[in-house]
């Protein structure tokens, strides 16, 4: 009658809770510039910018985009919301070095996540989409070396948060999401 618990199970479930909770913020911050254009076309999006000027020096705008850098960090699983490793792996010897391979292909997977955040959010909040042959890709590298720099910045005076710190926050951006998209429809 007793119960089993396996570290796999305690893993997965700092996982989901990760995916669950940590991307409500994101998922609403992309509404924003949809309501604000009144599509969800990217290209209705870039030309409602084109016209009317960057949604990112709007109201709802600002705030969306304060949500959307809380909600990259917690998908990319940055400190303070590092809930996703555990203290011990730091110390994980030759496992570590067996699976130097795939956590290889785990951080290019992440660089990868990096550039298309970045990239989506000068599009939605810029509305300059990414384009090689013309200047605006620029505006693209720009925007995705300067996230991880901010990220870096905030992360290094930010607190680790524990389960009972990461749900209050989130849901706190959340609702400063919902807060963004009401001041899009105003």
Do not use: C
Not at 12 to 37: D, E, K
Not at 72 to 97: C, H, Q, R, S, T
């Amino acid at each position: 009658n007793v119960q089993r618990s396996f570290l796999e199970d305690i893993s997965a479930m700092r996982a989901f809770r990760l995916i669950a909770f940590g991307s409500f913020p994101l998922y609403i911050a992309l509404f924003v510039p949809a309501v604000i254009s009144g599509s969800i076309s990217l290209g209705d999006i870039v030309a409602y910018q084109q016209v009317h000027g960057p949604i990112l020096f709007s109201a709802a705008g600002v705030i969306g985009a304060i949500v959307f850098f809380i909600g990259y960090m917690i998908l990319l699983n940055e400190y303070p919301f590092v809930i996703l490793k555990a203290k011990a792996d730091v110390i994980e010897g030759p496992y570590m070095e067996y699976a130097a391979k795939w956590r290889a292909l785990v951080y290019i997977m992440r660089g990868f996540l990096m550039f298309t955040l970045a990239t989506l959010f000068s599009v939605l909040f810029l509305g300059v989409p990414p384009s090689i042959f013309t200047w605006g890709i620029l505006v693209n590298i720009l925007v995705a070396v300067l996230f991880p720099m901010l990220m870096a910045s905030f992360s290094a005076f930010a607190p680790i948060f524990t389960f009972k710190q990461f749900y209050p926050v989130t849901f706190g951006a959340t609702i400063l999401g919902v807060v963004a998209l009401l001041a899009a429809f105003i």
